[in-house]
């Protein structure tokens, strides 16, 4: 079975540090996301990733960047935390010829930066 | 640009009643659709998905349709139970990365 992995359940951060919130997967897929989740607004993609060392920008990118120096592994960087920034993060992945499989997600990072 | 609708936004209903989750997408080009549950403070757990060119999956008590030319899905839960509480999500793929619908929040009253 698939595990997608986020090192954090919950971080509370201050105005201004840099952040890293990780995840890694285990199934050697191709595709990994970063989606934020609000209250009224529902998912939305931040990055994605469809190969290592590749990186395109979703709907909200700004403030964010991220890395993918392995295949694995999928790091959303928080250059100068806010407090807009609040919010529930959620990491997937999936397999490149993607039509007949799910995505597959992670429990979820709460940050609060205060 | 593709948007994902998910009616209603909250049900309560009691235990043991059929209910119908509705989703509709505005760009019918997409390669499949998938529903998806979230508890509370979790991540998304697959439920279904169904490939553009297929009509409807089954799992268990869940039943998802796909009405691709009309833009519309339906989750079907079959006698439904407390433990089906939780937050129902429906996404689309296509031409971008998956667009999320804002969910249904399901109550299931004992």
């Known amino acids: 079975d698939v595990k997608v992995t986020q090192s954090s359940r919950y971080l509370v951060k201050r105005t201004g540090e840099k952040v890293f919130l990780e995840c890694v997967q285990d199934m050697d897929h191709e595709n990994m996301f970063w989606y934020r989740q609000d209250p009224g607004l529902g998912l939305r993609l931040i990055y994605f990733s469809y190969d290592v060392k590749m990186k395109e920008k979703g709907d909200i990118p700004e403030g964010y960047s991220v890395s993918r120096e392995k295949k694995e592994r999928f790091s959303l960087i928080l250059e100068s935390a806010s407090t807009n920034q609040t919010s529930m993060y959620l990491c997937?992945?999936?397999?490149?010829?993607?039509?007949?499989?799910?995505?597959?997600f992670g429990n979820g990072t709460r940050l609060t930066v205060t | 640009k593709q948007e994902v609708t998910q009616i209603p936004a909250a049900l309560s209903v009691p235990e043991g009643e059929n209910l119908v989750l509705n989703c509709s997408f505005t760009d019918s080009a997409i390669y499949n659709l998938q529903w998806f549950r979230q508890d509370p403070g979790k991540g998304l757990t697959s439920l279904l998905l169904i490939q553009s060119s297929q009509r409807e999956q089954t799992s268990g008590r869940l039943n998802a349709s796909l009405d691709k030319s009309s833009g519309r899905s339906t989750l079907y839960i079959a006698a439904s139970q407390p433990g089906d509480s939780a937050t129902y999500l429906c996404a689309v793929s296509g031409n971008t990365p998956l667009v999320f619908g804002k969910g249904t929040r399901l109550s299931v009253i004992a």
């Open positions: 997937a992945s999936w397999p490149t010829g993607y039509r007949g499989s799910p995505l597959h």
